[in-house]
């Protein structure tokens, strides 16, 4: 018996598709200010921005101006900001004291946030490279950055920015153990309810090249940080380190960099389902900044599907330089 052709399209997809009213309301997934965490850069001095040559669009704030910035991003319905400083390389030091110093810059705008604008969350990276003068997150011992060493700084450190008012701590040192350290550390301190957000899977990536100009720390940096963030050829990896930084303590976990990592978004979340985040790095920052002024692609809608897929890929937040513009465009 022949075949009977079918007279029709066996299924139409299209028709869900054909006018703006019905793919809203079918749409899996969508975006909103509240899925954001802004990262704001901190410098010294006073009604100072500086711009970041490698992240055109992006400044650094001094501390009052980013007391403006959050100011902002509480009324765009931004949820959090994640502040970052720039550090005198005067202050640098291989010890890299300048982290636990309770007047650092990063801890005197979080005081003046919270004071201004509490109803914002204050975002702080545990982490040594932005006060050490060799560049990495952990201290260097004989040319080699050393574990064990380096939790004590970051216990220190992570107490200073507590004390500051900080709402969430992200470790994004990637030394072993360094959650439940700093677990145990805000639990002995009366911290019991600052949020840990780790850095779970963080990879050696070439995609922090921008943020590392925007922290000073590109020139300082010695080597490069194969030996404690992440081989980008590894994926089940990624669901141990998550796993640990569970079991040690972290509320939330973080993948990064974010677009070329979007597998480990998706595998994260569906193995844990914790609330997970992606970081969309300086670098994808400044690919899809350099391509829209070139002309080369329309920058509304690029920054708007590149967040989107990082809903898509289940994660339930995306840290991003294009947070405010973002917000403003919903
Ligand atoms: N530990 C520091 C840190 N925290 C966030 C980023 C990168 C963020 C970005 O590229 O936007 C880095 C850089 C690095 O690990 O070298
Ligand atoms: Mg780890």
């Not at 018996?1 to 309301?25: D, H, K, N, Q, Y």
């Not at 574990?147 to 470790?171: C, H, Y």
């Not at 309810?193 to 922290?215: E, Q």
């Amino acid at each position: 018996m022949p075949p009977i052709p079918a007279p029709f399209p066996l299924s139409r997809p299209r028709r869900l598709r054909r006018a703006g009213w019905i793919r809203e309301l079918v749409a899996e997934t969508r975006l909103s200010p509240a899925d954001l965490l802004w990262p704001i850069f901190v410098t010294g001095g006073e009604t100072r921005r500086e711009p970041v040559p490698s992240m055109p669009g992006v400044d650094r704030l001094s501390v009052d101006l980013a007391v403006e910035a959050a100011r902002e991003a509480a009324d765009l319905g931004i949820p959090c900001v994640a502040l970052f400083p720039y550090t005198d390389p005067a202050v640098k030091t291989p010890e890299a004291e300048e982290a636990w110093n309770p007047d650092n810059l990063v801890n005197t705008a979080t005081r003046a946030i919270k004071a201004t604008v509490p109803e914002l969350g204050v975002m702080l990276d545990v982490a040594l490279d932005p006060y050490n003068s060799d560049g990495h997150d952990g201290l260097v011992r004989g040319g080699v950055v050393v574990n064990d060493e380096t939790l004590l700084a970051l216990e220190k450190q992570a107490l200073a920015q507590a004390e500051a008012g900080a709402d969430i701590l992200g470790p994004s040192d990637m030394m072993d153990g360094r959650i439940g350290v700093i677990r145990r550390a805000l639990e002995s301190h009366d911290f019991q309810d600052v949020t840990i957000l780790s850095y779970a899977a963080k990879y050696a990536s070439a995609f922090y090249g921008p943020f590392r100009d925007a922290v000073g720390a590109s020139g300082a940096l010695k080597g490069d940080k194969k030996s404690y963030q992440m081989d980008p050829r590894n994926g089940d990896e990624a669901l141990r380190e998550v796993a640990a930084d569970l079991a040690e303590g972290a509320d939330m976990v973080m993948v990064k960099p974010g677009m070329p990592y979007l597998d480990i978004c998706t595998r994260v979340k569906r193995e844990f389902g914790v609330p997970t985040f992606a970081y969309q790095v300086s670098g994808e920052y400044a690919m899809i900044a350099a391509a829209a002024a070139s002309g080369w692609v329309d920058r509304d809608r690029i920054v708007a599907e590149s967040l989107t897929a990082f809903k898509r890929a289940g994660c339930d937040g995306v840290l991003t330089y294009f947070a405010p513009e973002l917000a403003r465009a919903l």
